[in-house]
């Protein structure tokens, strides 16, 4: 069965680092879909700067002519912290035995053991852990412990079983976060090209990050 691929993050904004990734991994194991899922109230960081509503507006925009790329906005909706686990589970009991990737950027993959239930994530999906410029992957510690034994080269494998394998996956290299381009609008300075120009279109005519916090 095709995988389901879930992308969680803040999304404050979406950009082309998000995008192009996601696009790749979308042809690279031949996803039956994959879903952008904005989180409401992320457990280890500080408020997202706009709205879920906003940022859901942004993806949405974003994502609108990509066949495969779907919006989910559960935890948007629910209230409490957004915990993954709490998603993917939600997601499990739809999909049946349906493969599910929980997608990862190295960054976020090394933040595991400070996840709420983490070491449930791989009984519910598989994880894809995508290289992003700046962090390398090493298993240290804790996370070795539990995810070396999984590792796998073969893409073929996520079809195979719902969830338990962890994938390590390079794209296209792309050094764009969501802190530059804030930190870029709030200083004056033009975002454009590092987010779609539906997404540029709308920061812009909305007045959106122009104030100071970052
Ligand atoms: P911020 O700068 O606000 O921390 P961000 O750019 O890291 O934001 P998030 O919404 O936090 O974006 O990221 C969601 C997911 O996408 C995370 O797993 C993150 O590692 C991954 N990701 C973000 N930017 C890239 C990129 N340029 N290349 C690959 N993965 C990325």
Not at 37 to 48: C, D, G, I, S, T
Not at 101 to 124: M, S, V
Request: glycine share 8%; with cysteine.
């Amino acid at each position: 069965m095709r995988p389901i691929g879930v992308l969680g993050g803040t999304f404050d904004p979406i950009h082309v680092g998000h995008l192009r990734s996601a696009l790749e991994l979308l042809e690279t194991l031949d996803l039956a879909e994959l879903r952008f899922v904005p989180a409401k109230q992320p457990p280890h960081r500080p408020l997202p700067r706009l709205d879920g509503a906003s940022r859901a507006r942004l993806i949405s925009s974003a994502i609108r002519n990509q066949p495969g790329f779907v919006l989910d906005t559960r935890e948007l909706s629910r209230p409490g912290p957004s915990y993954t686990v709490d998603t993917l589970a939600a997601m499990r009991a739809e999909a049946g035995d349906q493969p599910l990737c929980l997608i990862l950027g190295t960054d976020a993959f090394l933040g595991l053991p400070k996840w709420h239930r983490w070491e449930k994530l791989l009984e519910l999906a598989h994880i894809i852990v995508m290289g992003r410029p700046g962090t390398s992957l090493t298993l240290p510690g804790e996370l070795g412990a539990v995810m070396a034994d999984q590792l796998t080269r073969d893409g073929r494998e996520l079809c195979e079983r719902p969830a338990g394998c962890v994938y390590c996956w390079d794209g296209t290299p792309l050094a764009i976060s969501a802190t530059q381009i804030r930190s870029l609008i709030a200083s004056g300075r033009s975002a454009r090209y590092l987010v779609p120009d539906e997404v540029w279109n709308i920061i812009l005519t909305e007045e959106m990050y122009k104030s100071d916090a970052i």
